[in-house]
């Protein structure tokens, strides 16, 4: 596809949006990372989610210049970005988590990486968790498929297996450049030409699989979506949590929002398909764990029987 030049000659290259839920502290380390790494001209729009943990207030007596949207209730994920991007100025577009902090000016970097792929339309960098280990970002589309090999963790039997590894491209490191399905949402790079010819994201997501959807109509539209190590960005929790520290609640939605992707993109029977994986798999992992008193195997029972309530009776978990 041709495509203007992505070139940063406006009064602002890029627009940064970062949505924040009660995340004030690691907020902070993160909009000083963008002051102190980016030289580009640029603007930060902070959408917060109705946070009680006072980030409003920390953004509007530390940051000055950040252009600030405070939600009285959480609007989710996917809506509360779409607020930043409509008020954006920038020649291109960033969605950042508030739980990264920028490295080695990593946004002037792909910024200039943007400009010089015009066949680009979503671009993510190399993601650390820590000093050596590099975060397994981006995955394939989220198709029923895919769903069964990460649900029956049947892409963690051979990482060097490229059928059984394809959900999460299990059998790549992270250190070559590739297209990929879907640019992970902690780092979303987007010219400005091909937002305005795909639009906002999804509200019917509310959190989770919001990137996978925009990613697909970025891909459906012409563009490629693209993963390079050029620059690095270090990301705070992306060692993840513990089963035990999962709420019920969340892995619920989660799921929930796989199921919207699957009745868009593939239609009643690839939502069929989707609820008997979540289900069989659900009931798998109860029977595995029921002789199991350790809390870890506690918390996958839990998880498990909301699972299969969400699926049988539509009714979700409120914690």
């Not at 820590?130 to 989220?142: K, L, M, S, Y």
């Not at 639009?199 to 959190?207: I, K, Q, R, T, Y």
């Not at 029921?290 to 009776?313: F, I, K, P, W």
Request: net charge neutral.
């Amino acid at each position: 596809m041709t495509s203007p030049s992505h070139g940063t000659q406006s009064e602002c290259a890029v627009s940064i949006v970062i949505v924040n839920w009660n995340t004030r502290d690691i907020l902070r380390d993160c909009l000083i990372s963008i002051s102190r790494q980016t030289r580009k001209p640029h603007e930060v729009i902070v959408v917060d989610n109705a946070s009680s943990d006072g980030s409003v207030d920390l953004v509007r007596d530390e940051f000055p210049d950040v252009r600030l949207i405070a939600n009285d209730t959480n609007r989710g994920f996917a809506a509360a970005n779409n607020q930043g991007l409509e008020i954006a100025r920038g020649d291109n577009l960033l969605l950042l988590n508030p739980d990264t902090i920028i490295l080695d000016d990593a946004i002037d970097t792909m910024l200039d990486w943007l400009d010089q792929h015009p066949d680009v339309g979503c671009a993510g960098c190399q993601v650390l968790e820590d000093e050596t280990t590099i975060q397994r970002t981006c995955f394939a589309d989220p198709g029923p498929g895919n769903l069964a090999l990460i649900e029956f963790g049947l892409h963690r039997l051979s990482r060097r297996n490229p059928l059984l590894a394809r959900a999460e491209y299990g059998d790549w490191d992270r250190r070559s450049q590739r297209e990929v399905d879907v640019v992970s949402g902690m780092f979303m790079l987007v010219p400005r030409h091909v937002f305005e010819a795909v639009g906002l994201l999804d509200e019917a997501f509310f959190v989770y699989s919001e990137e996978a959807d925009w990613c697909r109509r970025i891909r459906d539209a012409g563009w490629k979506c693209v993963f390079t190590p050029t620059a690095r960005i270090l990301h705070l929790e992306g060692g993840g949590k513990s089963t035990a520290q999962i709420r019920s609640r969340m892995y619920v939605q989660m799921q929930k929002s796989k199921m919207i992707y699957l009745r868009k993109h593939y239609g009643l029977w690839g939502l069929f398909r989707g609820r008997m994986v979540f289900v069989g798999s659900s009931v798998l992992r109860f029977v595995m764990s029921v002789a199991n008193q350790r809390e870890e195997a506690a918390a996958r029972r839990r998880l498990a029987r909301a699972s299969l309530r969400y699926h049988l009776t539509s009714q979700e978990p409120t914690e």
